[in-house]
């Protein structure tokens, strides 16, 4: 259990950089359909900048569905139609304007099996850095393994891995690979990190070091996270999201929704009596 | 109390009854393979040598080696490989990892069954009018092999596909998740990876290439010159189309010619087939997922 008393009320003053951005993620009438089937209807949310969100709600509720909204991945399936705005740091991602690389460069995604590359260790690290920066790919030798540290020690996987990170990543256990999908996303320093249900493949044990992974991460990152597990959210996040059937039924701070939920969906499935 | 009733007897009756049936069937696939086999090293195997190999035919073709049929059917093989593997890869690249699916792509698949179901003949008809006439090659490797590549392309096209779809999706969101376009993810992470599933089929396809008859008769492959060819303008003998001449065409051939060259053709077929597997199993060890 984390002790919310001493969060920071409002992280915004504390970020340095983009002191006036207080939402990273926030949508206006977000409507999606796969084809004819409506999944996520007239969403208004906003997403605090360096908080951990987790949104939560029984399966088919349009969670994961949201999450692929906020780095555009849901339009590789083609009969995808969205409506409504998704803007993130304050930035509208559907404009027509917007190269998806860049959104993707500045949203990381981790699913919910670990989906290390069939490369090593250190070639997953720098995949992302080598597509976004030429520069890197170039770099010295010294450069790229300053990079491959900095990433792992920041997942706290350095000293497990740093003797062979030549080695395949596909041989690491489960956790590991995890927290590698993770790592790998730091170099091209995304500002929002997405998570579906990172760790819903995992045994508690690496659950639980994942989620102090999070936890750790949270300073630096804005962490919007899916999550079948109820636990999971009520300790590892500080605002909470529940959803039903494509809509937003409450959003609050995590401690207030476990506590005292508003809707009664919200304490029915809180309290297991469906989902 | 665990005895078995007459209806478990029943039962096992009519199990051994069915799996007899099944495996029956199963040796009688087998056994014209055999028969072939067999006949064509019992008979062919004795007019087998080094000279046969390497020397040309003499006497109206009743004697002496075949050397330039093995020589042009080789030709006939890497020239129609170099035509089809190029625009069948990519052709295959597209359809998994670009199209979108819509009525176009569905017409585009539909053709490449269509394509493959097109009897030989009649892409030797189309290849006489295409690449003979049209494109005036003249009756040429070059005419020949490009009538072979069209005809393998919807293979190669398949048999691509399917090494790509076993490239696991996980991998390809990975990439794009990360923000690499299309052709990044195609390069660093999906053709490293199905390279040996492509190469197998490639391999598979260039042994029934080295088969056909009937796409070469009228489009480059002469039915007797003995001369090696210098160049893809060049007609050629080939294996095939030499089987069928000294099968049918040429009267007192000594009764082992034919199945001489029945044995060399299908042994570089099976060669090829065996080098294939070979790739596969390599490179299916090294898999790591």
């Not at chain 1, 908080?51 to 590789?76: A, V, Y």
């Not at chain 2, 000294?246 to 080098?275: H, K, R, Y």
Request: hydrophobic fraction near 50%; include cysteine; charge should be negative.
């Amino acid at each position: 259990m984390v002790d919310l008393e001493t969060l920071p009320e409002e992280p915004s003053e504390s970020a340095a950089p983009e002191v006036d951005i207080v939402h990273a993620i926030e949508t206006r009438k977000l409507n999606l359909w796969y084809g004819t089937f409506q999944a996520i209807f007239d969403v208004d949310l906003e997403v605090k900048h360096n908080l951990i969100t987790s949104m939560i709600g029984p399966s088919g509720c349009g969670k994961s569905t949201f999450l692929r909204c906020c780095n555009r991945i849901n339009e590789r399936l083609g009969y995808v139609r969205t409506t409504g705005a998704v803007e993130i740091l304050g930035h509208d991602i559907y404009a027509p304007e917007v190269e998806l690389i860049q959104v993707r460069k500045q949203v990381g995604m981790v699913f919910q099996r670990p989906n290390p590359l069939p490369l090593s260790i250190r070639d997953n690290i720098l995949f992302g850095a080598r597509l976004h920066d030429p520069e890197a790919a170039k770099a010295s030798r010294a450069a790229q393994d300053d990079i491959v540290e900095k990433a792992l020690t920041r997942v706290l996987l350095w000293d497990t891995v740093k003797d062979r990170l030549g080695h395949s990543a596909r041989e690491l256990s489960l956790e590991e690979q995890q927290k590698l999908c993770i790592a790998r996303l730091l170099p091209v320093q995304p500002k929002v990190l997405l998570m579906d249900e990172p760790c819903s493949a995992l045994d508690p044990k690496g659950t639980e070091a994942v989620e102090e992974l999070i936890w750790e991460l949270r300073e630096a990152y804005t962490i919007l996270i899916v999550t079948h597990n109820m636990a999971q959210a009520r300790r590892a996040s500080d605002e909470c999201i529940f959803m039903l059937h494509g809509k937003v039924v409450e959003h609050t701070k995590t401690a207030e929704m476990f506590v005292t939920p508003i809707h009664k969906e919200t304490a029915d499935y809180i309290e297991g009596r469906y989902g | 109390m665990f005895e078995a009733t007459e209806l478990n007897h029943r039962n096992q009756r009519t199990e051994k009854l069915w799996r007899l049936l099944f495996l029956m069937m199963t040796l009688l696939l087998i056994l014209p393979v055999a028969v072939i086999l067999t006949v064509l090293v019992v008979k062919g195997g004795p007019s087998l040598s080094i000279d046969f190999l390497f020397t040309e035919p003499t006497q109206g073709m009743t004697a002496g080696g075949i050397l330039p049929a093995l020589v042009g059917t080789v030709w006939l093989v890497v020239v129609a490989l170099i035509a089809s593997v190029p625009i069948g890869v990519a052709a295959a690249l597209y359809l998994s990892e670009y199209a979108p699916d819509n009525w176009l792509t569905r017409i585009i698949n539909l053709a490449i069954i269509n394509l493959a179901g097109v009897p030989s003949i009649v892409h030797a008809l189309f290849g006489v009018g295409a690449f003979v006439a049209f494109f005036r090659f003249g009756t040429s490797i070059l005419a020949a092999s490009l009538t072979l590549a069209v005809m393998t392309l919807p293979v190669v096209i398949v048999s691509t596909r399917e090494a790509l779809k076993a490239v696991p999706q996980a991998f390809r969101e990975a990439c794009w998740n990360m923000g690499a376009t299309r052709w990044q993810t195609i390069r660093k992470v999906v053709l490293p990876n199905s390279v040996s599933g492509i190469l197998t089929g490639v391999i598979l396809e260039v042994s029934r290439t080295a088969g056909e008859t009937a796409p070469i008769m009228f489009t480059g492959a002469a039915f007797f010159l003995p001369f090696l060819p210098q160049s893809v303008y060049d007609q050629t003998m080939a294996l095939s189309l030499h089987l069928f001449v000294v099968s049918t065409q040429v009267p007192d051939v000594p009764e082992g010619l034919p199945f001489g060259v029945a044995l060399v053709l299908i042994g570089l077929v099976l060669s090829m087939n065996a080098v294939s597997i070979g790739f596969r199993m390599v490179l299916r060890g090294k898999k790591k997922w």
